[in-house]
């Protein structure tokens, strides 16, 4: 059974910084890609950041360039989104998404989501 657990999500104030974590299991993990995506109230859900399989290739939105930064470890099963400089926008639910290859084909897991709340 694959299972995505996020935690991490909290209330923190402007100019803060907070790490999510997801830990996965139920599939190989080191032969999917993970992305962190977030929907604010309102809003369509949108991607955040994506790290391919082996780590090398990362990709972010343009909103959250240089602020967060996205990392793996394969020997833990384990995806993270470090968050710094913290805006009232960035204010979300944040999901952890994996990608899960076979041959020509892939799967799609999302975990439950966690609250990121930024307010002074």
């Known amino acids: 059974q694959v299972q995505l657990v996020e935690s991490g999500g909290g209330l923190v104030q402007p100019g803060g910084s907070l790490r999510l974590s997801c830990a996965a299991s139920g599939f190989t993990f080191s032969g999917a890609s993970m992305s962190w995506y977030r929907q604010a109230p309102g809003k369509e859900r949108e991607l955040v950041a994506h790290?391919?399989?082996?780590?090398?290739?990362?990709i972010y939105t343009d909103s959250v360039k240089g602020r967060f930064t996205i990392s793996r470890d394969n020997a833990k099963n384990t995806v993270r989104l470090q968050m710094n400089s913290l805006k009232p926008e960035d204010t979300a639910v944040y999901y952890c998404?994996?990608?899960?290859?076979?041959?020509?084909?892939?799967?799609?897991?999302w975990g439950q989501g966690t609250q990121v709340t930024v307010s002074s």
């Open positions: 790290i391919a399989s082996d780590g090398a290739n990362k």
């Open positions: 998404k994996a990608r899960s290859y076979s041959g020509a084909y892939y799967e799609d897991y």
